[in-house]
C-alpha cells in the first residue's frame, strides 16, 4: 500500500474533461484539482496538474484526439491512428482558450468548441484563441477532411497565409465564410467573405474601413483574384459633423467655445473663461457630473450635491493634444464608459505620455454604494495612473502593458477588481535590453510587494 501510494503521489495528476453543452454550443471543460494560481496567465498552477482531454469528433470517419494545453501559451493536438497517438498540431493562445474559470466548481469551460463548423455533417474543432479590447474573436478553425482522415486547419494564403480568422461564421446556403475585424474609433476594420471548398479557401470580396484620418474615412473594397486581394474601388467620406457624431456615441467628452484659440502660440487660450461639460452616468443610481476646463494643462472633476457642483478631483491634462478644429467642439479624450461592465457609467481619462505611444488613464469607477466616482488606485506601483488597463468580465481583472521597444522591458501586469478596489496579482517581465535579451520574470504579489517567482533577476 505504501509503494501504491508513493506511486501516486509522484505521477502527475491527470485533469478529465468533459464536453459541456453552455449557450447552445459544445465546449471542452477541465476539472481542477488544486488552488488558483495567480502567477499564472491562465490561473492554473502547470507544475502540479496537467490538462488533457480525449475526444472523439462524430462524423463519417470519427476521429479521436487528444487535446492537451501544457502551459499558458500552448495547446497541443495529439491524434490516435494505427492505435498510437501522434502529435500533429500546435495552437498559441496566450491564455484566451482557458481564461473561464467557475472558482467555486474547480472546473475551468475552455473556448475549445466542437462544432460542425461546415455543415458537413462531420464535427470539427475551433478554438478563440485571444481577443483584445475591440472586442475581437480572433479565431482557429480545424476542418474534419474525411480524405485524410484527420484535421486540417484552415489558412487565407491572400491574407500572408494566416491562420487567425476574425469572428467566423459559414453560411452553408452560400458556402462562404464570413468574417469581422473590430477596431477601436480611430483604427481600421474590415468585413470579408471567403469560399470554402473542403479545406481549400478562396478570397471573395474584402471591405475595408479606414477612420485613422481625422479628416475623412478611407473605404477600400477588394475582390478575390487568382487567390488574391485585388483594389477594386476607393472612396473619401469627410467626416465633419458626422464623425463628431460618432465620437459623441463612442462617449468621448466635448466642449464647445469661442475665440479660445490663440494663432502666435498654436495653442488654446482658455484663461479666464467657463469652459465645461455636464454629463450625467447612467445606472442604477444616476450620478451627475461636470468636467471644468481651467487652462491649457489643467481640468476640475465636480459632482452635482445637494443643488451644488462640488470639486471632486483636479487633474494635469494634455488638453493642447486634444483634436481641435476651428468652427467644431474641442474633443477630448475624457470617455464616458462602462468599464467594469457592470451596468453602471464610469468616466476613463487617457493620453499618449513618453515614448513608444504609451497610453496612461485616470479610471473613476462609479460606486453606487459611495454614490459617486472612487478614482482606481494602484497599490503596488503607488500610482492613479494605469498603463493602458484593459478589463475582462469573465475573470474580473484589470490587465495593463508597457512596451519598451525593440531594446527595452515589456511589462504585462493582472489586477483584481471588486467594487473599486484594485488587488494586484502577478506581473510578468520580458527583459529585451542589450545585457539581458528575451529574460522573462515572472512576479507574484505579496504582503504588499512583488516577489519573484521564476526568472533571473
Request: net charge negative; with cysteine; glycine share 6%.
Amino acid at each position: 500500500m505504501k509503494i501504491i501510494l508513493t506511486i501516486l503521489f509522484i505521477l502527475p495528476i491527470t485533469l478529465l474533461a468533459q464536453v459541456r453543452e453552455y449557450e447552445g454550443e459544445k465546449f471542452l471543460e477541465f476539472t481542477t484539482h488544486f488552488p488558483y494560481d495567480s502567477s499564472s496567465l491562465t490561473g492554473i498552477d502547470w507544475k502540479q496538474e496537467k490538462l488533457e482531454a480525449t475526444v472523439t469528433l462524430q462524423g463519417k470517419n470519427p476521429l479521436t484526439y487528444n487535446i492537451k494545453p501544457v502551459n499558458d501559451t500552448v495547446i497541443e493536438i495529439w491524434q490516435l491512428r494505427d492505435n498510437k497517438w501522434k502529435r500533429q498540431e500546435k495552437i498559441t493562445y496566450f491564455g484566451w482558450a482557458l481564461h473561464r474559470w467557475d472558482d467555486e466548481a474547480g472546473k475551468i469551460l475552455s473556448e475549445l468548441k466542437i462544432t460542425d463548423f461546415d455543415h458537413d455533417g462531420d464535427e470539427d474543432l475551433v478554438c478563440w484563441v485571444t481577443s483584445n479590447v475591440n472586442g475581437n474573436v480572433w479565431t482557429i478553425i480545424f476542418i474534419n477532411d474525411n480524405e485524410k482522415q484527420k484535421l486540417v486547419k484552415l489558412k487565407s494564403k491572400a491574407d500572408y497565409n494566416s491562420d487567425i480568422w476574425d469572428a467566423p461564421t459559414f453560411d452553408p446556403a452560400t458556402g462562404l465564410i464570413h468574417t469581422e475585424l473590430f477596431s477601436s474609433a480611430n483604427g481600421t476594420q474590415n468585413t470579408a467573405t471567403y469560399k470554402l471548398n473542403g479545406t481549400v479557401v478562396t478570397p471573395v470580396l474584402k471591405e475595408e474601413t479606414d477612420m485613422g484620418n481625422p479628416d475623412y474615412f478611407l473605404y477600400t473594397t477588394y475582390e478575390g483574384k487568382k487567390g488574391k486581394w485585388k483594389k477594386v474601388g476607393e472612396t473619401k467620406e469627410e467626416i465633419e459633423a458626422n464623425g463628431y457624431v460618432a465620437l459623441e456615441k463612442e462617449g468621448y467628452i466635448m466642449f464647445e467655445f469661442e475665440d479660445i484659440f490663440d494663432p502666435q502660440t498654436g495653442e488654446l487660450d482658455i484663461k479666464g473663461q467657463e469652459i465645461y461639460n455636464n454629463v450625467t452616468l447612467k445606472g442604477k443610481t444616476p450620478l451627475e457630473y461636470q468636467v471644468k476646463l481651467i487652462d491649457g494643462n489643467t481640468a476640475v472633476l465636480l459632482q452635482y450635491i445637494d443643488k451644488d457642483w462640488v470639486a471632486q478631483d483636479t487633474l494635469e491634462c494634455a488638453i493642447n493634444k486634444w483634436e481641435f478644429r476651428e468652427g467644431w467642439p474641442l474633443v477630448s479624450t475624457f470617455r464616458v464608459t462602462d468599464f467594469n461592465k457592470d451596468g453602471n457609467e464610469d468616466l476613463v481619462y487617457s493620453e499618449i505620455r513618453g515614448g513608444h505611444n504609451a497610453i496612461t488613464a485616470l479610471v473613476y469607477i462609479n460606486s453606487q454604494k459611495r454614490g459617486k466616482l472612487v478614482k482606481l488606485y494602484n497599490p503596488a506601483e503607488e500610482t492613479y495612473l494605469w498603463d493602458d488597463p484593459q478589463y475582462d468580465i469573465k475573470s474580473k481583472t484589470i490587465t495593463t502593458s508597457v512596451s519598451g521597444g525593440l531594446h527595452g522591458m515589456h511589462t504585462n501586469t493582472s489586477y483584481k477588481l471588486k467594487d473599486a478596489k484594485v488587488t494586484p496579482l502577478t506581473k510578468t517581465e520580458i527583459d529585451h535590453t542589450d545585457e539581458n535579451t528575451g529574460i522573462e520574470r515572472t512576479y507574484k504579489y505579496k504582503k504588499g510587494r512583488w516577489e519573484l517567482k521564476n526568472g533571473k533577476k
